[in-house]
């Protein structure tokens, strides 16, 4: 499992709601926050399991930008998912985790290879770190994150949990 992921907040913030933040540590040894997603998960309430976890065992991946490209600026997307993106276009061995469409499509556009939150889950299955993939996406329903129904059927048979 030699993989390089620079993270978003909202994969971050979604595992944190599922006590699941340990899936980055354990599948990727080489994770970067970058400084513009810690700066929006700390604007979370003070009990945010993401907020909690950047200030403690997520500090050690937390990176500094120091330039943003003009063509990814031009994209108007949040902080994060600039950070996010800039970080994977300029050290083209890390993967962008990222779940936002329009962030994704921009990844897209510049050859960054993505995965969204529920592909790490996917992953985590497929690794034997989880047994199931379908307790954590229920879970996610329940609280209320609006996931595509074709999108859940693919990933329940990926998992072969039909």
């Not at 510049?110 to 996917?122: A, F, M, S």
Request: hydrophobic share 40%; charged share 20%; glycine share 6%.
């Amino acid at each position: 499992m030699d993989r390089n992921w620079v993270v978003n907040s909202s994969p971050l913030i979604i595992l944190g709601k599922l006590s699941s933040l340990y899936l980055f540590e354990r599948m990727c040894p080489n994770l970067v926050i970058p400084e513009g997603v810690a700066h929006e998960l700390d604007q979370g309430s003070d009990n945010d399991p993401a907020r909690v976890w950047i200030h403690r065992e997520g500090a050690p991946f937390v990176r500094n930008l120091h330039k943003i490209s003009p063509l990814i600026h031009a994209w108007d997307l949040g902080k994060g998912e600039t950070d996010v993106i800039s970080w994977a276009y300029v050290h083209p061995e890390y993967q962008a985790v990222l779940d936002d469409r329009a962030a994704r499509n921009c990844a897209f556009s510049l050859g960054i290879q993505v995965i969204g939150t529920l592909g790490v889950i996917l992953l985590a299955k497929k690794h034997g770190i989880l047994p199931q993939v379908k307790p954590l996406i229920t879970k996610l329903t329940e609280q209320g994150f609006r996931i595509d129904s074709d999108l859940v059927r693919t990933v329940y048979r990926l998992a072969n949990e039909e």
